[in-house]
C-alpha cells in the first residue's frame, strides 16, 4: 500500500508540474537542431551574422535602388538637359590685306594663269609679261596699286626701220609721232585719239596700241549702302578714285558723278555729291562669318579704328540704336571679332540641386538617374557572368572528377589550357576590336558578358571536380549505381546538389569581383558605351585631374555604390559560407 501511495505522490507531482507555466520545458540548442530543417538551420545561422544582414540589406537597397529606381525617375537615361545662356561667338574677322585683290575691267578677263605671270613680272621688276599668245604691260599707279593693260602690237622698229605687225604698211603719221616721242624720252603717244605704247621686244621696239584689262591693289573698297555695292566695286570707280588719291585730289568724277575725299588716320572716305559718306578704302578686311549678313561700313569702321589703335574691346551703335559690346581676339595675322550671343547651351557639370540631387554630368545628363541605369547594367553583368561560369564550370568539372581517369586528365589539361590565358589582355583586346567594328552599345553589354563568362569558370570547375572526387566513393553513390540510375542522372541529381552550397558560396563572393571587373573596363573606357551607362563608364570622367577635383559628385556616388555592392556581396558570402559549415558553434 505504501508503494502505491508513493507511486500516486510522484504521478501528482509531474501533473502538477507539467500544469506550472514555470515549469514549461525549452527545447535547448541540441533539440532545436533536432527539429529544425537543414534549410532552416542555415538559415538560422546566416540570420545571426551580424554582417551577413547588414550585406544583405545592402544589396536589398541597391537592387532596389537599380531596378525600381527608374520607375519613380522624372527623368530618362539619356536624357539631356539645356538652357538659354549666352555664348562668345565670332561674328566676323579681320585681317591686313598683304595679297593683291585683282578688279576685272567690264567685257575683259584675267585668268589666274595672267595673274600668276603678272607676279613674275612684279618681282623681277619687268613691266611686261605675255601669257599664251598676249602681251601685257602694267603701270604702278600708287603704292600697292597697279594698272594692267593689254597690248596689241601694231609694228616693230629696228635701227628704224618699222616692220608692221597688222596691216600691210605703218602709216607715216604713226612713225612721225613714235620718233617724235622717243626723242622726248616718253614711251607713250597719241596718234589720231589712239594711245600707242613703246614697249621692247629683244632688241626691238614694238609699237602697240593698248586697252584696260585690270586692277591690283591692296585696298579693300566698302560701300556704306547695299545698293551702291556694283558702282563701288567696279573698275571704273576703283581706278578713277585710285588716280585722284595718286594726285591729291579732293575731287573727281566717275560717270558724270561728282564724288570727294576724305582723309582720317590712315582710312580714306569717299563722299557724293551731297557730301553723304558713300564708300570707304582700307587695308583691314573685315568679313562677316555668316556671309548673309551685310556688314555696314560704320560697324567695319569702328572695328578698323579698333584695330589701328590696339584695343581688345569696342562698342557699336547700330542704326535701330541698339549698343552691342564686342571683343578683338587676334591670332597670328587675323582678327576674330566675337560678341556675347545668346544661345541654347547643354547644361554641363551642374552642381547638385533640388531638381537633380546628384548634379549633371558632362553631358547634360541627370546624375542620379544615369547611376539607377548604371547599376542595372553592372549588376546585371555580374550576375549573367557569375552563371556562365557556374554552368560551364558544373558542366566540366562534374564530368572530370566523376569519370575520373583519361577523361579527367584530358579535361583538366583543357582547364590548364585556359588558366594560361593572360586575362585583361584578351579583355582589352577583345575591347579594342569591338571598338573597331563599332558593336552597337547594346550588343556590347552581351559581348562583353560573354567573355567574361569565358574566360573565367576555371575556377568553378576545378572546384566541382575536387567535391566530386570525394562523393563518388560514398554509400550514396554505390546506391545509385546499384539501382541503375544513368550516369548524368547520377552526376547532375545526386553529386552536383551536394556541391550547390559551396558553389552559392563562389557565386557570391564572386559577384563583387566580377563588378569590379566590369567597372575596371568601363573606367577604361571598354566596357558599355555611351549612351548607356554603367558604375564604371561613369567614373571614367575623373581621368581627368580637373573633374575629379572640382566635381566630386560627377565620380564619387559611383565609386561608393561599387564599393558598397562589392562589400554587401562579400559580406553575404562569407555569411553564407559560415552557415554551410557544419563546424559553425551552434
Known sequence: MADIKNTNKDLETEITNIDDPQDEMHLDDARRVKVLSPGMLVFKRFIRNKLAVVGLVILFFMFTFSFLGPLFSPYEQTQVFKGVGSM????????????????????????????????????????????????FYYVQESEGVYRILQLDPVAEVLLKIFTPVKGDSVPKALQTAYLKAVKEGEDVFVVDGETYRITQKNKAAQISTEHDVALAMLSVYDPYNESDSDTVSSY????????????????????????SLRYDDGQVTVLDSSGSEYAEISDIIVNPIDQSIFLTVDFKASVREAINDRETKFSYTDENGETEDYTIVRVNNTYNIKKETPTELIRTY?????????????????????????????????????FIEVF??????????????????????????????PFYPMVLIFGSVMDALEVAPRARIFLLMMI??????????????????????????????AAGIRTSRRIFKHLVPNVMPLLIVYATAGLGGIIITEATLGFLGLGVKYPLASWGSIINVASDAFVMTNFWFMWIPAGMLILLTVLGFNFVGDGLRDAYDPKMKR
Open 88 to 135: 562668345s561667338k565670332e561674328f566676323a574677322g579681320a585681317i591686313y590685306n598683304e595679297e593683291l585683290r585683282y578688279t576685272v575691267a567690264d567685257g575683259e578677263s584675267f585668268s589666274s594663269g595672267e595673274r600668276a605671270q603678272f607676279l613674275l613680272a612684279l618681282g623681277s621688276n619687268t613691266d611686261t609679261f605675255t601669257y599664251e599668245d598676249n602681251v
Open 236 to 259: 571704273q570707280f576703283k581706278l578713277a578714285t585710285t588716280q585722284a588719291m595718286a594726285q591729291d585730289q579732293t575731287k573727281y568724277t566717275v560717270n558724270s558723278q561728282n564724288f
Open 350 to 386: 551642374e552642381n547638385p540641386s533640388a531638381s537633380h540631387l546628384l548634379g549633371l554630368d558632362n553631358n547634360g545628363m541627370d546624375v542620379a538617374t544615369r547611376l539607377m541605369y548604371g547599376g542595372q547594367v553592372s549588376l546585371l553583368v555580374g550576375f549573367i557572368v557569375i
Open 392 to 421: 560551364i564550370g558544373i558542366v566540366i568539372g562534374g564530368i572530370s572528377g566523376y569519370f575520373g581517369g583519361w577523361v579527367d586528365t584530358a579535361l583538366m589539361r583543357f582547364v590548364d589550357l585556359f588558366n594560361s590565358i
Open 452 to 481: 567574361l563568362g569565358l574566360l573565367g569558370w576555371t575556377g568553378v570547375a576545378r572546384i566541382v571536380r575536387g567535391q566530386i572526387l570525394s562523393l563518388r566513393e560514398l554509400d550514396f553513390m554505390v546506391a545509385t549505381e
